[in-house]
Every structure is written in structure tokens, then in C-alpha cells.
């Protein structure tokens, strides 16, 4: 083994990172987004597609998919496509990491979400650990995500483990 | 038909849900998640990161236990939470079966809840998403 490789790839800048809270950044729930949605699942139940299904069956309009938590307004500034699961943000470990896989999500409801919300998600990093696997040095980053709507409620949260490798 | 709250038993099985994703659902997901990774549908950009092959979204496998969800405890009933692990990869055209055991069935501030037990198989019955849900039965 090297020395360099004897370097933690978690760096105190990194660990500074952890429970930083984010802006805000803006979610949009409309029907047609929840319509696609639904459908590259393979969805069958009307209430995803059909309005009228949907407030016959006590929501709001059509409610989000499991899974689903708005789709955040596009800026062209923010730079093409981005990189998966913001794998260029923020501050980068010791030695470059560039392949990533989703390690988990887990997301708690707290109230229905529908076609007409607009939801604001603020995120931070929550944890950050260091190991080897059969892929190599692995960086595993778990991000936290508050959802609230535009009555203020916090409506879901959502966990997100990426493995960097 | 949702599932009632006297049918379940703590241990039971939830009716299974198989999905076969192909590419073409690959692409529809990149659109309606937003992930447009390009491992889950450009064959030689997943081979060039050491993949065998195109592999199948996570979140898409979640939001097939989502929909295993969904479709067994219906409309008035709701998912209070629920999530997965991604500990193996799944192809596209390859069956994925959705999976779950009820392991808890209780009351709490006036809720009927059950906890179970969730995985998504891969076609050599190996859990590759094993996960957990709390539903809430009924109104």
C-alpha cells in the first residue's frame, strides 16, 4: 500500500459539510408529471391518471405516485444534465471518485401529496462513511430531504444513500 | 380489491407483484425520474464503467415496491413510510418479483398500522432490494 492510498478519502472539509442544511429548492407536483410518472412504473390504478377517479377517491387531484416527490424546476445555468445524485457537489474526497451507485431510498409520508403542490425540499448531508468492497474503496453519503408545501407543512422526508466508488 | 384490516395476520404474505422491465420502460423512467445516468440505457457507457450490461434504475425498483404497496392497501388506506437497499443489480428483460410479510400488526394514536417485511427478487430468487413499509389499513 502507498501512502497516498493510507489517506482517508473523507476530508475535514467534507466532514464540515455534514448537517448543513440547504436553500430551498423548488418541486413541482402537476398531473402531468404524476401521469408519467405513474405510467414508466406500469401503475394500473386510475386514481394516477384520472382526475375525476381521484377526487371520487378522496384526494386533492392526482396524488404522487409511491415514490414520487415533485420534479424540481430546470435551470439551464445549473450546467446540462449534472452529474447523478450530485456526485460534483460540495467538497470532493481525497482521491477522485467518479462511478456512483443508489445505495438505498427510504421515504417517510406525513401528508398526501398531489397534482398542484408545489413542494420545497432543503437537504443536508447526514452521514458520510468510508470502506472497501468487491468494487473498491467505497465513499457511502446519506442525504436527508425535508419536503413542505405551499401551506408550510412537511409533507414527506426522504434518505438517500449513494455509493461513491 | 384493497386488503382489510381482519384479513391480516401477522406472518402473512402480500399477494406478489412481477414486473419485466424493459429498455424502452428504462427510458420512460429516465424521463418521468429525472435520471437520465446513462448506465441505465447506453449499453457502452455502462460497459466503459465495468458494468456487464444496462442495469435497471434503483429508484425504479422502489417505486415497484411502491406500487406492490399501493395496490394492496388501496385508496383509503396510505404508506406512512417505506424504503429498500439496493444490494444487487437487476437487468433489464429479467423478471423482478415484489415481495412482503406482514411482521406487525397494531394500533397507534388511533391508527391502524402493519409493518412488514418487503424485498424485490431477482430471477435466481436472490433479494437484490431488500426493504420495510409501514401502511396505514383504512381511513
Redesign the interface.
Known amino acids: 500500500m502507498t501512502e497516498a492510498q493510507a489517506v482517508p478519502l473523507i476530508t475535514d472539509a467534507m466532514r464540515a459539510e455534514i448537517g448543513v442544511e440547504s436553500s430551498g429548492t423548488t418541486y413541482e407536483v402537476d398531473k402531468t408529471m404524476v401521469r408519467l410518472f405513474a405510467r414508466s412504473v406500469g401503475h394500473t390504478d386510475p386514481v394516477f391518471y384520472d382526475e375525476a377517479a381521484a377526487k371520487a377517491a378522496g384526494y386533492r387531484s392526482l396524488p404522487c405516485p409511491p415514490g414520487y416527490l415533485g420534479t424540481p424546476v430546470f435551470k439551464p445555468s445549473a450546467g446540462g444534465e449534472g452529474g447523478p445524485m450530485g456526485r460534483n457537489r460540495g467538497a470532493q474526497p481525497s482521491r477522485p471518485l467518479n462511478r456512483v451507485l443508489n445505495g438505498g431510498t427510504d421515504i417517510e409520508y406525513l401528508e398526501d401529496i398531489c397534482a398542484g403542490d408545489v413542494l420545497t425540499a432543503t437537504s443536508h448531508l447526514a452521514n458520510l462513511e468510508e470502506t472497501k468492497g468487491s468494487i473498491g474503496e467505497m465513499l457511502i453519503t446519506t442525504n436527508k430531504t425535508v419536503y413542505k408545501n405551499q401551506d408550510g407543512k412537511v409533507v414527506a422526508i426522504s434518505t438517500g444513500t449513494a455509493i461513491r466508488y | 380489491m384493497a386488503v382489510t384490516w381482519d384479513e391480516i395476520t401477522e406472518g402473512m404474505s402480500v399477494p406478489e407483484l412481477k ?1 419485466k422491465p424493459s429498455t424502452q ?1 428504462l427510458v ?2 429516465a ?7 446513462q448506465i441505465h440505457y447506453d449499453k457502452d457507457f455502462a460497459v466503459g ?2 458494468l456487464t450490461n444496462i442495469i435497471v ?4 425498483k ?6 406492490f ?3 394492496w392497501v388501496g ?2 388506506g ?9 444490494r444487487g443489480m437487476d437487468y433489464p428483460n429479467d423478471e423482478y418479483t415484489c415481495k412482503g410479510t406482514v411482521t406487525k400488526k397494531y394500533e397507534k394514536d388511533g391508527e391502524k398500522l402493519v409493518d412488514l417485511e418487503i424485498w424485490g427478487e431477482n430471477p435466481e430468487g436472490k433479494k437484490t432490494t431488500p426493504g420495510h413499509a409501514t401502511l396505514r389499513i383504512g381511513k
Do not use: M
Request: with cysteine.
Open positions: 414486473k420502460q420512460i423512467w424521463a418521468g425520474s429525472g435520471d437520465f445516468y464503467t465495468g434504475h434503483g429508484a425504479l422502489n417505486a415497484f415496491l411502491g406500487q404497496l399501493h395496490d385508496n383509503e396510505r404508506i406512512k413510510s417505506y424504503g429498500c437497499s439496493y
